[in-house]
């Protein structure tokens, strides 16, 4: 019977973070892992044969779900509401709400320079959808972020 190995995720459009606890030595060590679920599904394999993947649910993990979903590794989604803060961590705001939103409607396009310049303020308006309620929520986010 093979140990079960916990690998919890930080996922961002750019990088991701790992955390692996392996379960016979109780070990816990973290790294980066490849930020492409192309990529990071492959990594996740490498890792032992018996897996539990978990990550904090947010815009840009959805991807990452359906990859696992697809490789048979079993993914758990946490709601970040519902994962224990410190009393003096950051407080939530609409403005963050709102680049939430932004980047949950990522449609796989990640802006590769340095954001919120008016090169990428342009980028942002030159976007289109073809469902319309994810063109109205693409344009509520952005303008919500810019005004």
Do not use: N
């Amino acid at each position: 019977m093979s140990e079960l190995t916990f690998i919890g995720l930080d996922v961002h459009a750019r990088s991701v973070s790992a955390g692996v606890l392996e379960s016979s030595t109780g070990e816990v060590h973290t790294c980066a892992a490849p930020a492409s679920p192309v990529e990071l599904v492959p990594w996740l394999v490498a890792q032992g044969s018996s897996l539990s993947v978990a990550y904090e649910a947010g815009p840009t993990g959805f991807g990452l779900a359906r990859a696992c979903a697809a490789a048979g590794i079993p993914c758990l989604v946490a709601a970040p509401s519902k994962i224990a803060r410190a009393p003096g961590e950051r407080v939530k705001t609409d403005r963050r709400d709102a680049m939430k939103l932004a980047r949950l409607l990522r449609q796989g396009l990640v802006w590769e320079a340095k954001a919120w310049t008016g090169a990428h303020e342009l980028w942002l308006a030159t976007q289109r959808f073809e469902e319309r309620g994810l063109a109205l929520a693409y344009e509520e986010g952005v303008a919500a972020i810019l005004s």
